[in-house]
Every structure is written in structure tokens, then in C-alpha cells.
């Protein structure tokens, strides 16, 4: 037997596992000394299963052996292998060691320079950049998984009845989707749209990705599906992100300082001796302040009561600077209640000249004076009409503001009902009633004078729209505003072209701004009447062709059988009486009683010919009782000198 020398002064045990290969185990010298002895390592029952398997070694810490090794305990476990190669089973296992040996001499020899350390750092940070790499394809690959499970998989005709079932489960799967992971797909769509043609997964158009966002906005924000398709063909998708999200939150409490009683300077020292946060609104306004906390309720304050401050929002503040107020004026507010910006005109106007404040609503009128006396106001007469044909009542106005009734879709945040009652039929009736208010304010003023157009709505319909009819059948013209801030008015909107000067209106957004939506726009009459020749839109009609008037949109005229068929319904039916003395009477009901003139004129006219009939029976046949007896002579001498007396009246005259 040849006695192999061991570059490792540690043996080393070997167990071989059942599958066959071979395994190394390691085991310390414990204590300091260096003390141990190889011992074979037997299991509680000698036999063995496994022919081929060696029993391994371990170290005895009773015996003597340095760090350097014993050479008998050397010898024996050369022996103990060359035992294994005989039997023919550990040569693999044999060569395994000496391996694993030489890469442990490798590595824990001290004798290695400092050159061979620098390389193994370097394969090292080599070897975890690659981990690293692998682990971002991975989660890259994981992200990709789930984005795919963003698109459901639609079935094609004549398909499979297992695609059609895998496409139903995906779009229960989607239904389901927490509120989490929908928000988490939203920010992902949102990148998505950014660059569609750089970052869409696969042959995904952009229409599939705003389809998954819709869908993904009604779930997290309860808005109705036809309000979301509104405002995602309003705003972009990060914008139209930007403006759900800031609707979920409050805006800021604003208030507006009444000059006729206080300044703005003391009422802020009044305010902040109890417990108030407050500061200026900006340089834009000189009368209104923010209120960021309060220990108080705004609204129940001794000032409040007094009438020194109105609970106001800061985008009502508007249309009341755009209209540039001044003293001794004529001023119309035709929509005034609850009365925030009436008492505003009336502090500019200095309780000076003539306010009307009206309103079509008498229940919304008694805010509106409970206002006006709260603040002080002296120069103001509320009244109650229809804001439609109020040029009937009075015109001659300085100034009129129009803040026409809307559906309130720049104050969502105020009222979330908003998110799901409103519909098309309430945009088209807003739409109607406020182009014939705003005819109604052109009709009012003066030539010369002003008319402010405000609304709490953002849609085109309601605003821009509205105007731009104006502009088509009054002679009326946009200028501006003079607003310092705010974005213009829209000219076109997706199949609608109007005119350039609507750009001077202004549009005020809360996720911009921070404060409610609005529209404002101001206009300056230039004659009375309607705008037949528009120096805004020229309609050429042929010479000799009367110009057929168009019908307003959203109220098409009904068909002529419908019109028939109504008739037909409402024409009342004969009634038929009892009859008397051997005569039919027939009567209408009296809901269709003719005028007083038509019956007169037809008694006339029975009159008439009542009179004709009996003159020509009187000119036939005189009937006996017609003829008079004259039997005294006292009658006959009367009649003799009445002709005598009529000739001498005509020769005195004479």
C-alpha cells in the first residue's frame, strides 16, 4: 500500500448520499489546543442497506493531534481509503476529495499574494451584478405577467367553448380587482398613455388603455359612466387624474370682508384673538380672506351676526370684479340668491345708485334678504320674475350679471351627489335655459353697457356654447375680462368651431387654481334688436329667399301627424242635453268657450236678419194688429199740425 501525502492538515469526512453522489462533510476542531481524532462515524444498526456506502469519519477531541495532523492518524486514514478504492465504490468520492481539497488550499492559503485577492474581489462584484440582473429581469418579467392580465382575452367567432369560458372567468376576475391593485393599474395606464407608441405592451391600441382607465375611475371615485366620458373628452388622462383626485378633497373656507361696516385690517385682528388662521386671498382681491383653522365655527361669530363678513367662495368673487361696478349706477342681478354677489356689487356701488336683485325661486328670496339686511345694504329692491322675458319689466341697465343656473360640475367637491345624478337631459336642459336668460340680460341693458356671463360648470355646453349663440342672434361683442389669472376660453371642441374672441373668457379649474370650477364671460352691447346682420357671423341669404329661423337645438319640432293626432285628442266631444219643448241643444265644454266679441257678433248679425224678415213681411201684408183705430177727433187734429210745425221751423232757419 502506498501512503498518499495530504496537502490539508484537516481530513475531511465523506458521507455518499442514497442517490449515489458523493457529499462532503466538514466538521471544526473545537477547543484551542488543536486537538482531535478520526473516528468512524457508525450508525445505531451496523447493516446497511447500501452496499456501496462508506462510513464516515469524525474527530475524537480526547486524542492528540496538532494542527499539523498525526501521522498515524494520517496513515489510518489513508488505509480507510484505499480500503474504499479496492471496493471500487468511493473512487468518484476519492477524486471529489482531492478536489474539494486543492480549492480549499486555494483559497485559505496565506502564503497568495495581493494580486489574487484583487481578482476575486472583482469576480465577486461580477457576480453580483449579474444576481442583480437577474433579479430585475425577474421582476420585470412578474410585472409584465400581471399587466397582461390587465387586457381580457375577447373570443373569436366560432371559438372554443374553453376560450369563451377563460374569457368569462378574466372579466369576473377584472370586476373584482381591489380597490389597491385598480389604483396601482391606473398609475401604470397613466404612464402607458404618456407614450403609447414607446411603452404599450404588444399590438394594445391607445382606446383599449383609456377603456381600462374608465373603467378603473368609475370603480375608485363613483362617478356615473356618462359624467367620466365627459370629462375624459375635456381633459387629458393625467390632468383628468389630477381633477378627480383634488374633487375628493375640500377646498380652503374663504370669506369676503364687508367694507360698509369694517376694514379688512381689524377684522383680521378681531378674527385671530379668537383662535383663527388667517390670510389674505391675494393680491386679485383686497376684500377676501382664507381661513386655514378655527377654534370657532366661521358662521356663529359676533362679527359674523354683526354683518361684518359673508361665508363666501373665492371663485364667486369673479364675475363681480369682472363687471367693474362703479357708484350711481343701474345695476341688474338676475339671478341674485342667496345673495353673495349682490351684496358684493352693492359694497362697490357705496349703497349708491339703484340695485334689482331677482330671483325666480321666493323660497331662495329669503336668504337673499336675510343677507341684504345683514349687511347693511340700502340701495337694493329684491323682486320676484322669471328671469325670461325680464326685459318686459325693466331695461335700461348699466351693468347686468347673469350667473345662470347650471348642473355644478365645478363643485363636486361641495355636493358628491353630483357624481352620479346628473345626466345628458339635465345638460340640455341647463344648455336652453341659459341661452334664453342670456338673451333675456342682452335685452335689458342699455347700448354701451355690460353683461357678465357666469357659470359653476366646466363643460363647453353650458359655458362657451351658450355664449357663442349670443353672439349669433344679438348685437353683442366678448371682451375682457380684465382677470389677472385663469385659463382661456375654448374655441374648438371636438366637432364644434366657435368664434376666436371666446378666448378672452376665462376658465378657472380646482386642480390648478384651488378653488371651485367656473366660467366667466363679459360682453359689451352694441345695438338694440336682433343681430340680423352680425358683424361676428355674416349669414349670407339669397336676395328674394326669406331666411328660414332656425329651431334651437335639443328641441326638435314634432312630426305633422303628431300634431294631428293631438288635435284630434284635445277637440272637445258634443254633449248632448235632455231636450225641451221639442229642441236639441247641443253644448261644448266650457273650457272651449268662444271669446265675448264672437258672440256678440254672431247675436248681431241674428239680429240682423231677424229685422230683414220682418221688414219684408210688413212691406207684403200688413197684418191687422199693425193698423191703428183712430176713432177720436183729438188724435186726427195732432197729426194734422205736427207737419205743419216741422215746415215752420225750416223757414226760420232759413
Known amino acids: 500500500m502506498v501512503n498518499k501525502k495530504r496537502k490539508s492538515s484537516i481530513p475531511k469526512a465523506v458521507v455518499l ?121 425577474e421582476q420585470h418579467a412578474a410585472t409584465m405577467s400581471e399587466k397582461r392580465h390587465v387586457f381580457t382575452k375577447r373570443p373569436e367567432e366560432g371559438g372554443d367553448d374553453e376560450e369563451e369560458e377563460e374569457a368569462e372567468e378574466d372579466a369576473d376576475m377584472l370586476e373584482n380587482i381591489p380597490l389597491a391593485e385598480r389604483q396601482d393599474r391606473v398609475q401604470e395606464t397613466l404612464r402607458v398613455l404618456d407614450n403609447v407608441a414607446s411603452q404599450r405592451e404588444g399590438d394594445h391600441s391607445r382606446d383599449e388603455y383609456l377603456s381600462i382607465l374608465k373603467d378603473d375611475l368609475i370603480a375608485i371615485y363613483d362617478y356615473s359612466e356618462w359624467l367620466i366620458g365627459k370629462l375624459m373628452d375635456l381633459f387629458p388622462p393625467r390632468e383628468l387624474f ?137 340701495n337694493c329692491a329684491i323682486t320676484n320674475y322669471n328671469g325670461v322675458g325680464m ?29 352620479a345624478t346628473k345626466t345628458e337631459h339635465d345638460v340640455v336642459l341647463c344648455s336652453q335655459l341659459q341661452k334664453k336668460l342670456l338673451l333675456s340680460a342682452i335685452d335689458c341693458c342699455k347700448v354701451g353697457g355690460f353683461i357678465v356671463y357666469s357659470t359653476c360648470s366646466i363643460l363647453v355646453e353650458e359655458n362657451e356654447l351658450a355664449v357663442d349663440y349670443a353672439l349669433k342672434h344679438r348685437n353683442v361683442r366678448i371682451v375682457d375680462t380684465d ?47 336682433e343681430n340680423k346682420d352680425s358683424l361676428w357671423f355674416k349669414e349670407k341669404v339669397p336676395k328674394g329667399k326669406k331666411e328660414k329661423r332656425k329651431s334651437e337645438p335639443g328641441l326638435p319640432a314634432p312630426p305633422a301627424k303628431v300634431i294631428k293626432r293631438k288635435k284630434m285628442e284635445s277637440e272637445p266631444e258634443a254633449v248632448e242635453q235632455p231636450k225641451k219643448k221639442g229642441l236639441t241643444i247641443k253644448e261644448t265644454k266650457p273650457a272651449e268657450k268662444r271669446s265675448r266679441w264672437k258672440r256678440k257678433s254672431q247675436k248681431d248679425k241674428e239680429k240682423k236678419k231677424l229685422a230683414k224678415a220682418t221688414k219684408s213681411v210688413t212691406t207684403d201684408k ?24 216741422k215746415a215752420s221751423k225750416k223757414k226760420t232757419k232759413k
Open 17 to 137: 448520499d442514497r442517490s449515489g453522489g458523493a457529499g462532503v462533510q466538514k466538521k471544526k476542531i473545537g477547543g484551542d489546543k488543536g486537538k482531535g481524532k478520526l473516528v468512524p462515524i457508525r450508525a445505531e444498526s451496523e447493516e446497511s442497506d447500501f452496499d456501496d456506502v462508506a462510513p464516515a469519519m469524525q474527530f475524537d477531541e480526547d486524542s492528540d493531534l496538532g494542527i499539523g495532523g498525526g501521522v498515524e492518524e494520517v496513515e489510518e486514514f489513508e488505509e480507510f481509503e484505499e480500503d474504499e478504492e479496492n471496493d471500487g465504490g468511493a473512487q468518484d468520492a476519492d477524486s471529489f476529495i482531492s478536489d474539494a481539497d486543492s480549492d480549499e488550499d486555494e483559497e485559505y492559503s496565506d502564503d497568495s499574494g495581493s494580486g489574487d485577492f484583487d481578482t476575486k474581489v472583482a469576480k465577486g462584484m461580477e457576480r453580483l451584478e449579474q444576481l442583480k440582473a437577474e433579479a430585475a429581469e
Open 483 to 529: 382677470l389677472p389669472f385663469g385659463r382661456p376660453g375654448m374655441t374648438k371642441f371636438r366637432k364644434n368651431r366657435m368664434h376666436s374672441t371666446l378666448s378672452l373668457s376665462r376658465r378657472y379649474y380646482p386642480h390648478i387654481f384651488n378653488m371651485d370650477g367656473f366660467y366667466v364671460c363679459k360682453l359689451e352691447k352694441l345695438a338694440n334688436g
Open 242 to 378: 389630477e381633477f378627480l383626485e383634488t374633487n375628493e378633497k375640500q377646498r380652503p373656507i374663504t370669506i369676503r370682508v364687508n367694507t360698509l361696516k369694517t376694514s379688512r385690517r381689524d377684522l383680521v385682528q378681531a378674527l385671530t384673538r379668537k383662535g383663527m388662521n388667517i390670510d389674505k386671498t391675494g393680491a386679485w382681491c383686497n376684500v377676501g380672506l382664507q381661513i386655514f383653522e378655527s377654534d370657532v365655527a366661521v358662521g356663529s361669530t359676533a362679527e359674523y351676526l354683526a354683518g361684518h363678513y359673508l361665508v363666501q367662495s373665492a371663485s364667486s368673487f369673479l364675475p363681480v370684479l369682472a363687471l367693474d361696478v362703479g357708484e350711481n349706477m343701474r345695476i341688474l342681478d338676475m339671478a341674485a340668491a342667496p345673495g353673495g354677489k349682490t351684496t358684493h356689487i352693492a359694497q362697490n356701488m357705496k349703497n349708491t345708485g339703484f340695485l334689482m336683485a331677482n330671483d325666480v325661486s321666493a323660497e331662495r328670496l329669503i336668504a337673499l334678504r336675510g343677507n341684504v339686511l345683514r349687511m347693511g345694504i340700502t
Open 622 to 645: 200688413k197684418p191687422a194688429s199693425a193698423v191703428k183705430k183712430t176713432s177720436s177727433p183729438k188724435a186726427a187734429t195732432k197729426k194734422a199740425a205736427k207737419p205743419a210745425k
Open 391 to 419: 326685459e318686459r319689466v325693466m331695461v335700461g341697465f348699466d351693468r347686468v350679471l347673469l350667473d345662470a343656473p347650471c348642473t355644478g360640475l365645478g363643485v363636486i367637491s361641495r355636493d358628491p351627489r353630483i357624481k
